[in-house]
């Protein structure tokens, strides 16, 4: 492993956490495509790679701040009855993806840890985002989120764990559920990634010891220089799709959709004839 390889792999990660493009389908394809089998068969590979998720929660932690205050100060204030329900249905849909990921996570990896594969489920993710869009232009939003049922936010965290499979988004799942629940592109995104901070920083908390007790140094530096890069890149890609969110009306998914189709397509031929860069 050598630093170029860090700070793709954190520039992948910034990008991709955010991106309705899938990062742990990204983070099983880019080692295929460039032949990095040997950065990701070390021992703290996995640790490596939630310090750099761990930099992407720390960057929605920062750049949704103000919405964190609002949100546990109406624990204490009576009259902050809309951040209040909004927080409620953050807890509600955190409850299953944490569940679901924490029995699940090594498992469906497992099933599926292979470029082919991933590539698969990153096509079917980009049809998810063109279905979405369709649906999306069908129905017109009806709800903001401090109106969204607590039924249908336990629906968005359960459906969260699609994104435990290498190829399917986090955030395009989400927003997908979103979306079908009522809720315009802001708002699905906006609670997309605040549901996300909890989780991704919970999984660096557990994940970070091991980092620490298996005492190689090297690995520690790589990933805390990783996650500040993965950091930087993702608070930029959060002020970006929030800006993109909020002003595209219509087929805003549908970008990401064509991505993941082609991409998919691509890294699958690539598989079936041996070929890497």
């Known amino acids: 492993m050598h ?14 956490e955010l ?37 992407t929660g720390l960057a929605l932690l920062i750049y949704f701040w103000r919405d964190w205050v609002r949100l546990i100060a109406s624990l ?36 599926f840890p292979h470029a082919a594969s991933a590539a698969i489920f ?42 435990l499979i290498p190829g399917f988004s986090r955030s395009g799942i989400t927003m997908t559920a979103g979306l079908s629940s009522g809720l315009d592109y802001e708002d699905s ?19 970070v010891p091991k980092m620490l007790h298996s005492h190689n140094h090297q690995m520690l530096n790589y990933g805390l220089i990783g996650g500040l890069v993965a950091g930087i890149v993702a608070l930029l890609a959060t002020a970006f799709l929030m800006r993109y969110f909020r002003t595209t009306e219509v087929k805003a998914l549908r970008p990401f959709g064509f991505y993941c189709i082609i991409v998919g397509i691509i890294v699958l031929l690539m598989t079936i004839l041996g070929l890497h860069f």
């Open 3 to 16: 630093i170029l390889q860090v700070i793709v792999y954190a520039i992948m990660q910034g990008i991709t």
């Open 76 to 111: 204490f204030i009576r009259e902050m009855r809309r951040e209040r329900k909004q927080l409620l249905l953050i807890i509600v849909a955190t409850i299953p993806a944490a569940i679901l990921g924490k029995l699940f996570e090594h498992k469906l990896q497992d099933l």
């Open 189 to 207: 995104a906006r609670f997309s990634f605040l549901l996300a901070t909890p989780v991704i920083l919970g999984a660096g908390v557990l994940e």
């Open 122 to 163: 990153l096509i079917v993710n980009g049809f998810v985002l063109l279905v979405a869009d369709r649906m999306r232009r069908k129905r017109k939003a009806t709800r903001k989120l401090e109106d969204l049922s607590y039924g249908r936010s336990f629906w968005i965290g359960v459906v969260q764990a699609f994104a």
């Open 19 to 55: 991106f309705p493009i899938s990062s742990v389908g990204h983070a099983v394809i880019l080692p295929y495509v460039f032949n990095w089998t040997e950065f990701t068969t070390s021992d703290t590979f996995l640790a490596f790679v939630v310090m750099l998720h761990l930099g």
